[in-house]
């Protein structure tokens, strides 16, 4: 059966000084004069053998059979508008393999990650809980989110968020073992999340405060995740970050015993091979991982103030001296 349809041209003529009500809105959208917009209404008029618009006044007004076409003219562009966008739209579907530096996983990544898939249910996304820089050139693999210093060689890196290091501890153990000033440290286990202790010794050394702790009364855990958790349990007190710890201290599920804050000496990154970062698929997931730290980046106030360390507080000082 052969359709016979209108010309399309006097067709979105039509739609759009119906959508409008004004000939001359209708010419400003479609970019032509006024009176191209009343040649080619008429010609459609003509072609169907009936009057669309009432003439007379400034804005013109459909009749009944103007009115019984609109909506399946308007509805028919929609339609082939839409179907366009879809087809110069790059492919937002397919699959993505994360790997994730496990505490940024658990206590940052999981709890957001639903919103990425509402915005994107056709990605089917893989999440590995590790920090190992050779997931970068495992084929497996598409992005990873590490912590380090961002120089890892044959591969695309950037600097996804810097961060600062601080105790938390839980506040059902603080409320049976008090942690007034520094001096009370040596009353506590020390949870460490590297196998060195360093994150500890240079908080410790930025306040001048390693003859404050009980060197017996220490659990190292292996990494941020489980000093996290332990830590939740009231095993001791773990060196939170500024960005895992933030939303378990937003909750009230951790505190904050001492506004002193040290820089980390590496960073958080996202890295991934060369021929993988350009792929559409893996920079949806890039820019909603910046623009979701950028959503949250005001400070919470307890956290934004601590005072930055980069030598000895005075004040501090004099607690630690007077505990």
């Known amino acids: 059966m052969v359709r016979r349809l ?6 979105r003529a039509f739609e759009a000084a119906a959508r ?4 001359s809105l209708a010419a400003q959208e479609l970019n032509v004069t006024h009176g191209a917009i009343s040649h080619q209404i008429k010609s459609l008029e003509a072609t169907l053998g009936v009057s669309l618009f009432e003439r007379g006044g400034q804005r013109i007004k459909l009749t009944p059979q103007g009115a019984q076409l609109l909506p399946s003219v308007s509805s028919a562009f929609t339609e082939i508008a839409t179907a366009t966008a879809r087809l110069t739209r790059p492919t937002t579907s397919g699959t993505l393999t994360v790997a994730c530096i496990p505490a940024l996983m658990s206590f940052w990544l999981m709890p957001r990650i639903g919103e990425f898939v509402r915005q994107f249910p ?7 809980s590790s920090n190992d820089a050779a997931n970068i050139s495992n084929p497996a693999v598409d992005l990873c989110v590490l912590y380090g210093n961002g120089k890892w060689p044959d591969c695309w890196a950037r600097l996804w968020s810097s961060l600062e290091f601080f105790p938390v501890a839980s506040p059902t153990m603080l409320n049976s073992r008090p942690l007034r000033n520094l001096r009370d440290l040596r ?10 202790g360093q994150e500890w010794t240079t908080w410790l050394t930025a306040i001048d405060a390693r003859g404050f702790i009980d060197k017996d009364r220490q659990h190292f855990m292996g990494d941020a995740r489980l000093a996290t958790e332990a830590a939740l349990h009231g095993l001791g007190i773990a060196m939170g970050d500024s960005i895992t ?6 909750s009230g599920d951790l505190v904050v015993p001492f506004n002193l804050a040290v820089p980390a000496n590496e960073a958080f990154y996202i890295a991934a091979r060369e021929e993988v970062q350009g792929t559409m698929i893996a920079r949806v997931f890039i820019d909603w991982l910046f ?3 950028e959503a949250a980046a005001p400070h919470d106030p307890r956290l934004s103030a601590r005072h930055m360390l980069r030598r000895r507080p005075e004040s501090e000082t004099e607690t630690a001296s007077s505990g």
Do not use: E, M, Q
């Open 6 to 11: 209108p010309p399309l041209n006097p067709l």
């Open 122 to 128: 056709d990605i089917r996304l893989t999440l590995i």
């Open 245 to 250: 710890a933030r939303g378990l201290i937003d």
């Open 291 to 293: 623009a979701t730290l």
């Open 20 to 23: 409008h009500g004004s000939v």
């Open 187 to 196: 009353d506590h286990v020390l949870l460490h999340a590297d196998a060195d």
